[in-house]
């Protein structure tokens, strides 16, 4: 025990925060806040002061700077710290920074090219995470040839990890050398002017989010040596119209086609051993479980199909859901956030699941919950429980009534962008779980006079409009946080109090 109190003192004395609060100094339109007793780290540019930069647009970032007679190294680039500044063109990082935080260069709508020092190193998960995004204009990126971590290599225009081949950034100029094996994570993410991308044979991975919010991305051909595709990787491509899955593909991730409004073609080669596209149905479906791993809005859910999996058509252009007689597991929130979607039909023979009375919704037959809803569901008064995620971004009408028989509300089932203003709850209803209706902000008023139901943390959290609660004379077990960040938050205690 005693040597176990020695080790965590002594690295307690040999931290550089330790013993003393964070400083900060400005200086030439930085901030700088003191990282060691020889280092700082840029912590802000402040939007209101100028930077130094050149004629051209050009900022050269510090290599050291003097505090108080003591000379410090620049060594980080702080979260944040060149957030929005528009009128930087060119980027030269100076000798001695070893890491940039995350969204350090959020939205330099500006920004055209960059240089990275000899001494980068960033984190070891090689993760963008954001450093770049919003840096629509940027086209040119070049490394100091002396940096051991990274380069880029045949004048690419890509900052590459030179021991993996990966590709950690790339941009609208970037030309993918064929020795680069991996595509890594976030690598293109919001590169909106980015139209089309050729991956070179040698591409085997393509890491999670690598071109989510490509907004103008239209075309994208894949390399027959592609084996995995990494989760939300086209996420947001809204121009993307079509796509083909290479032979050699045995993993897909979920998301992959969220946000991709302009899909129309998916196509799975048909010497994949993992994966096919049966009959033209513009879906990837796993060929040993017959299951929906992706869709989009011009997908066929054929007879035969056994599976549907988790957010396989989540937040797509899905306009019509049909189920068939053979589809025996939807997983979960396998068409949330479809908000096109105005048809909903299960075949009358599923074992499993129903869309009775013309509801125009997904129920699970056995358990009378509703699986999965759409903007003109009826909800039928046999439902006992409303799944979660079943109305999730859905648009909905204002005046929303629960029916009776409902007993549960799930997690999420209403939450974002529902347009829902007032909301009756039945008398039936005995429970509210987190996040519900999280979000909703236009809904004013919660009618709950007829009910007493527990209601779980942030049930109605962030619904910035909700002024009125009308409880019953005996409130259920209600969470004291289940309206945070609501005007109702602040009468809730008084109603809680006299209610005991």
């Keep these: 025990m005693k040597t176990f109190l020695t080790a965590v003192l002594l690295f307690l004395l040999l931290s550089p925060a330790y013993g003393r609060d964070e400083e900060s100094f400005k200086q030439d339109g930085y901030e700088f806040t003191l990282w060691t007793d020889t280092s700082v780290v840029i912590s802000d540019a402040d939007l209101g002061e100028s930077i130094p930069l050149t004629e051209d647009g050009t900022l050269v970032l510090p290599t050291s700077v003097t505090f108080e007679g003591k000379t410090y190294l620049v060594e980080r680039i702080g979260k944040y710290a060149f957030a929005g500044r528009g009128e930087i063109k060119h980027l030269v990082i100076g000798e001695g920074v070893t890491d940039i935080e995350p969204y350090a260069f959020y939205r330099c709508s500006g920004l055209e090219s960059i240089h990275f020092p000899s001494t980068f190193e960033c984190a070891p998960c090689y993760d963008s995470y954001g450093i770049f995004l919003g840096c629509s204009n940027l086209r040119r990126i070049t490394v100091d040839e002396r940096n051991r971590e990274f380069d880029s290599r045949d004048g690419c225009n890509g900052l590459i990890v030179t021991e993996s081949n990966t590709l950690f950034l790339g941009c609208r100029g970037t030309e993918i050398p064929?020795?680069?094996?991996?595509?890594?994570?976030?690598?293109?993410?919001?590169?909106?002017?980015?139209e089309r991308i050729v991956l070179p044979e040698g591409v085997r991975r393509i890491e999670y989010c690598a071109f989510r919010n490509c907004t103008n991305l239209k075309e994208v051909v894949l390399p027959s040596t592609l084996?995995?595709?990494?989760?939300?990787?086209?996420?947001?491509?809204?121009?993307?119209?079509?796509?083909?899955?290479?032979?050699?593909?045995?993993?897909?991730?979920?998301?992959?086609?969220?946000?991709?409004?302009?899909?129309?073609e998916v196509v799975v080669d048909e010497r994949n051993r993992t994966f096919d596209s049966r009959h033209h149905c513009n879906a990837i479906i796993d060929s040993a479980q017959d299951t929906i791993v992706a869709g989009c809005g011009a997908s066929v859910i054929l007879e035969g199909i056994k599976g549907i999996g988790a957010e396989a058509f989540s937040n797509t252009d899905v306009r019509s859901i049909y189920i068939p007689k053979s589809v025996r597991k939807i997983g979960e929130m396998a068409f949330s956030g479809?908000?096109?979607?105005?048809?909903?039909?299960?075949?009358?023979?599923?074992?499993?699941?129903?869309?009775?009375?013309?509801?125009?919704?997904?129920?699970?037959?056995?358990?009378?919950?509703?699986?999965?809803?759409?903007?003109?569901?009826?909800?039928?008064?046999?439902?006992?429980?409303?799944?979660?995620?079943?109305?999730?971004?859905?648009?909905?009408p204002p005046c929303l009534v629960i029916p009776e028989g409902v007993e549960v509300i799930g997690e999420h089932v209403f939450s974002r962008f529902c347009g829902i203003e007032r909301v009756q709850l039945p008398s039936s209803l005995k429970h509210i779980k987190s996040y519900a209706f999280m979000g909703c902000n236009v809904l004013s008023y919660v009618d709950m006079s007829r009910c007493s139901p527990s209601i779980e943390k942030y049930a109605f959290t962030h619904c910035k409009n909700l002024h009125l609660v009308d409880f019953s004379s005996m409130p259920g077990d209600i969470s004291t946080q289940a309206f945070s960040d609501t005007p109702f938050e602040e009468r809730l205690d008084k109603i809680l109090e006299r209610s005991k």
Aim: proline content about 4%.
């Design 178 to 194: 064929s020795s680069v094996t991996t595509i890594g994570p976030r690598a293109f993410e919001s590169s909106h002017n980015l």
């Design 227 to 264: 084996d995995s595709i990494g989760g939300s990787l086209f996420e947001g491509c809204a121009s993307l119209e079509s796509i083909r899955i290479p032979r050699n593909v045995t993993k897909v991730s979920s998301r992959v086609f969220q946000g991709c409004y302009s899909l129309k």
């Design 338 to 396: 479809c908000q096109f979607c105005n048809t909903i039909n299960v075949h009358p023979k599923n074992p499993v699941y129903d869309s009775r009375d013309n509801c125009n919704a997904i129920i699970e037959t056995a358990t009378d919950k509703l699986v999965q809803g759409c903007s003109v569901t009826s909800i039928p008064g046999s439902v006992k429980e409303l799944g979660d995620y079943s109305f999730w971004r859905m648009i909905l």
